[in-house]
């Protein structure tokens, strides 16, 4: 008997943290543990350094991505270049991962479903001045690059320049 109310105790814990979600967890899992190599891949390859998740985990991957840095100038044409090649190489790196690709929504994943950031950082003042690029993201098949405003650190909305992948 005490060991069925341990058990019916032990399930109900597991039920209220969430732990009883399995699917949930294990599409979680296969996120970070890709992440976690493709970073390595992202510095090596792009000097990206990974920063994090843009999309919370779900049960099934509709949409996917990471944010990533750089503290390298860009000016629009090196960023777009940068950002074509490295957005390619993580959804071609996400589309070879078993794992991963078994939580995809459709059978494959592709540009429109990527959420993809690169912020560009200046050693000595923070958002790179224009003409450099401060923030490329890859959202919904577009690219749109961001320039830092001249008269504060924050995103100029009004120069942002935004195109077909």
Request: net charge negative.
């Amino acid at each position: 008997m005490e060991l069925m109310k341990l058990l019916l105790i032990a399930l109900t814990a597991l039920s209220m943290t969430g732990c009883g979600d399995l699917s949930k967890q294990s599409s979680e899992r296969a996120e970070y543990a890709f992440l976690r190599g493709y970073a390595d891949l992202a510095m090596e390859s792009f000097h990206l350094q990974y920063l994090g998740l843009t999309t919370p985990p779900g049960e099934n991957i509709n949409c996917f991505g990471a944010r990533f840095m750089t503290r390298e100038l860009h000016t629009i044409n090196d960023a777009r270049n940068l950002v074509k090649t490295s957005a390619k190489q993580f959804i071609e790196e996400a589309n070879k991962n078993e794992n991963l690709r078994k939580y995809f929504k459709n059978e494959t994943f592709d540009i429109d479903q990527l959420d993809y950031y690169i912020s560009f950082w200046d050693e000595n003042t923070d958002r790179p001045p224009k003409p450099y690029v401060a923030l490329a993201t890859v959202k919904d098949g577009k690219i749109t690059y961001y320039f830092k405003r001249d008269d504060s650190e924050f995103l100029d909305d009004n120069a942002s320049i935004i195109e077909d992948y």
